[in-house]
Structures are given as structure tokens and as C-alpha cells.
């Protein structure tokens, strides 16, 4: 069954590369969604998905891209319904 996540990722995720390799990763696992930096220097993404995909992805933003310091993990269902026109996963500012 296919959901959506509101996740928000804390630490050094800033200038590390955290948003494309977070964009890769959605793509293996075949999300689709965006991702973007926040203005206090978090990473915000809504995810939407496979719940086995979106539980990898849960994984993966522990550990974030190979520079990144993830120091916590925001992860909140999104009760909105999932969104059929989002067709890929996007970077956005």
C-alpha cells in the first residue's frame, strides 16, 4: 500500500551533498517526492511510496550522504492522501 512521509533530517546536512544523494536513494527504492534545505540548516522531504521502500529510505536517513552528520531523524506520516500527479523525485529550494 502506497503512503506519504513528512521527514525532517537534522545535523550537518548542509553543503554535503545530502539532497542529491537523497534524491539517488529515492530513485533505487522508486519514491517519489522532493526534497529541499530549510533555513536553520535542516533537510526537509515528503516521501511517497511502497511502505517496504519508504521503511529503507527511513533507514537511510540515519546515515545520509558520505559527508553528512545526521544527528536526528523527524519522520511523520503524512495522513494527506497519496499524490498520484508526483511522478518522480525532485530537488527543490
Not at 533555513?39 to 516521501?47: A, I, T, Y
Amino acid at each position: 500500500m502506497a503512503k506519504q512521509l513528512h521527514i525532517i533530517v537534522q545535523g550537518r546536512v548542509q553543503g554535503v551533498y545530502f539532497r542529491v544523494y537523497t534524491r539517488q536513494e529515492a530513485q533505487k527504492y522508486g519514491l517519489t517526492g522532493w526534497v529541499r534545505n530549510l533555513p536553520n540548516g535542516d533537510v526537509e522531504m515528503k516521501v511517497q511510496g511502497d511502505e517496504k521502500a519508504l521503511d529503507k529510505m527511513k533507514q537511510w536517513c540515519w546515515h545520509g550522504s558520505p559527508h553528512s552528520k545526521v544527528n536526528n531523524v523527524i519522520i511523520r506520516d503524512d495522513s494527506a492522501p497519496f499524490d498520484s500527479t508526483i511522478t518522480s523525485f525532485e530537488i527543490t529550494h
